[in-house]
């Protein structure tokens, strides 16, 4: 049924920012030291004729979308890149009408997967990885959301229920189109999952990667000298933290052990409160698993106590690795993460035995929106998880944090391994981008769209990498 506030893409623009880190982040097998962040602007136009363009952002993280021993980085990132233009094309043409959600839905659903596969092509063997495709589509996702707003004036978060949908959640919680709809999300929207009173503050995890130094002993010598702090002691101190989330390697069991007593005793010595340990797919045998929790649970109590959640031990790829996880899911919170593709794979998960959810919006907030319903029908754990999103991109991942009522606040680690990034975003939103007294403040973002108030922010951007349709992606930045 089309409704008067209904838009249609008619323009899509890309830019391309490469950001360095100031310090390796090692999760996993993986080390990241360097990421391309895509930003893209998306022009819709109303019923009326008016139009209004949206801003979304996601990093390009190609060791953790698409971890490969095989192909090349330059290979794997110059896909995603490819994806990411040839989405920006394709969605300036998209002919559907509908909301931000409908059109975000139905174009992952009619366009990703052949347009994955081009951009794969003979550079790479073949198509992407779902998970990369989805990092690569994320940021129109995001800009059509955010102009969806604008167009409107009003906020984004707030266009989520029946007056604005054509659809139910029963609509699209479904196997397939043969499959009766799910009586649980009849006459129910993604509005209706969201808090109506959102916090201006939120709880903030800090990520403790794998090559970060814990204390003096650990230093190398080459590390950064710019200001901001390298041991764990002094993070926890000078940004009030209480939360601490650690990566391991998922394969070195002694290793990961040490790890976390060492992380947990200093954490623990500055007034910690809730630890998560997060394995990045590397495990094979819920086994492991639980001899780690054994033990630490024997040698640190106060930190098996405090672990709140156990993040994605296992390989994402639940079809090729349906490991059965119910022992660990009666033994504590067990997160799904690079798994939660969509609802779908949360369904497979769920019926394995885990019990939470990550959101990212780098997975598309379509996406995530529909994921969050599918958690909250099942009483499953829900949290969001970071990306390393610096500049834009940490917006709309804290207002969704914000708004979908998580088990402990939001990851948020850009000001650990890229704070100069964000130098220009922080003169207008400081306190997304420095964490006080344990929290990101949320209280600059204001106005339509997601607030981000583009305008303002001092930010030179490069020419764009591609254009499509009928777009000047700098509209309104000028001057």
């Known amino acids: 049924m089309a409704r008067p506030t209904d838009v249609q893409v008619i323009g899509a623009a890309v830019f391309l920012l490469p950001v360095q880190m100031r310090v390796p982040l090692k999760f996993g097998g993986q080390v990241v030291d ?4 895509a930003r893209t602007a998306v022009r819709v136009r109303g019923a009326d004729g008016c139009t209004a363009i949206g801003w979304g952002e996601t990093p390009l993280a190609v060791q953790w979308g698409w971890p490969s021993a095989t192909l090349s980085y330059t290979a794997r990132h110059d896909a995603m890149v490819r994806l990411c233009s040839a989405a920006a094309g394709e969605l300036a043409a998209f002919p559907e009408r509908g909301h931000a959600f409908e059109i975000g839905h139905d174009f992952r659903t009619a366009r990703l997967d052949a347009l994955a596969a081009a951009a794969g092509g003979g550079a790479v063997g073949g198509p992407m990885p779902e998970l990369a495709a989805l990092i690569a589509l994320s940021p129109l996702d995001l800009a059509l959301h955010d102009a969806f707003g604008i167009l409107h004036g009003c906020d984004t978060f707030h266009t989520f229920g029946a007056e604005w949908l054509s659809r139910d959640l029963a609509w699209y919680l479904r196997a397939d189109e043969h499959t009766p709809p799910d009586a649980r999300f009849a006459g129910r929207h993604p509005g209706d999952l969201l808090t109506a009173h959102p916090p201006h503050t939120l709880l903030a995890w800090h990520l403790v990667g794998g090559l970060d130094p814990l204390e003096r ?11 901001e ?3 764990l002691a002094d993070w926890i101190d000078r940004d009030g933290l209480e939360c601490l989330k650690v990566k391991l390697r998922g394969d070195d069991l002694g290793w990961d052990v040490a790890r976390l007593e060492r992380v947990g005793r200093i954490g623990l010595d500055h007034g910690v409160r809730h630890f998560c340990a997060d394995f990045n797919c ?3 045998d819920p086994a492991y698993v639980h001899d780690a929790l054994d033990r630490i649970a024997i040698a640190l109590p106060e930190l098996a106590a405090r672990l709140l959640y156990v993040e994605q031990p296992f390989p994402y790829d639940l079809a090729a690795h349906p490991i059965p996880v119910h022992s660990l899911g009666a033994r504590t919170r067990l997160f799904l993460d690079e798994s939660a593709h969509d609802w779908r794979h949360v369904a497979t998960g769920r019926g394995l035995g885990w019990n939470g959810v990550a959101l990212k ?4 907030l379509s996406g995530a929106l529909l994921s969050l319903a599918y958690a909250r029908a099942e009483r499953m754990d829900v949290m969001v998880q970071d990306l390393t999103n610096p500049m834009l991109a940490v917006i709309p991942h804290l207002r969704l944090a ?4 998580t088990l402990a606040g939001v990851e948020t680690n850009g000001m650990q391994f890229c704070p100069r990034a964000s130098v220009p975003e922080a003169t207008i939103h400081p306190g997304l981008y420095r964490r006080r007294g344990g929290r990101v403040d949320l209280g600059s973002l204001a106005g339509p769209g997601f607030g981000m108030r583009v ?3 001092p930010r030179h951007l490069p020419d764009p990498a591609f254009t499509a349709g009928d777009i000047d992606p700098l509209e309104g930045l000028r001057g």
Request: hydrophobic content about 30%.
């Open 229 to 231: 702090p390298l041991l």
């Open 282 to 284: 590397t495990v094979t």
């Open 34 to 37: 360097c990421v391309t962040c």
């Open 402 to 405: 914000a708004h979908a009522d």
């Open 217 to 227: 002993g650990d230093l190398r010598g080459d590390e950064p000298d710019d200001g």
């Open 361 to 364: 919006t780098c997975k598309t």
């Open 455 to 457: 305008a303002e922010i």
